[in-house]
């Protein structure tokens, strides 16, 4: 697939409300990228937190803009506010938590763009991420190449 390039000014792109309080605005989409990446702006509640988990199929990228989080990639656990960086590769298992007490901002890259299709297929579907039925996110997450290793570890 080709792509002619784009550019999103602020304030544009698809709005998610991924759970309450807890909203996604899709700035590069898999299919306007040719699938290379996929890329979401996060709004995360204070203490908020992702289960270990790892993608098979992409790398991530989070850049804080806002914020304070902690990260937990492989057996190393670091904290850092707005400019941090955190990749996490394909295969490492990892976990990030809004640490902060208030809401952070985030900005999420998957690259290639598959792992991040899980978040645009939740959005066509309207499944709130973390309180969607188990048996319908299932299937889901083996598609986009997702694995839940545990709880939240931070």
């Known amino acids: 697939m080709s792509t002619n390039g784009m550019v999103v000014l602020p304030g544009q ?9 807890r909203t996604a605005t899709f700035k590069l989409m898999s299919e306007q990228t040719g699938d290379t990446m996929a890329v979401l ?15 098979h199929i992409s790398d991530e990228a989070m850049c804080v803009l806002s914020g304070e989080f902690s990260f937990k990639i492989g057996d190393s656990v670091t904290r850092g506010g707005a400019g941090t ?9 990892h976990a990030w938590k809004n640490s902060g007490s208030e809401a952070g901002r985030a900005l999420f890259m998957f690259t290639p763009a598959e792992s991040g299709k899980l978040f645009e297929e939740l959005r066509r579907l309207q499944l709130p991420f973390m309180t969607a039925d188990p048996a319908v996110l299932a299937p889901l997450l083996q598609r986009y190449g997702w694995k839940i290793i ?4 931070l």
């Open 85 to 93: 960086w955190a990749f996490m590769p394909r295969e490492t298992p």
């Open 150 to 153: 545990g709880p939240d570890p």
């Open 13 to 21: 792109g698809l709005v998610w409300q991924m759970e309450p309080d």
């Open 41 to 55: 702006e996060e709004l995360i509640p204070a203490g908020f937190g992702t289960a270990l988990h790892l993608h």
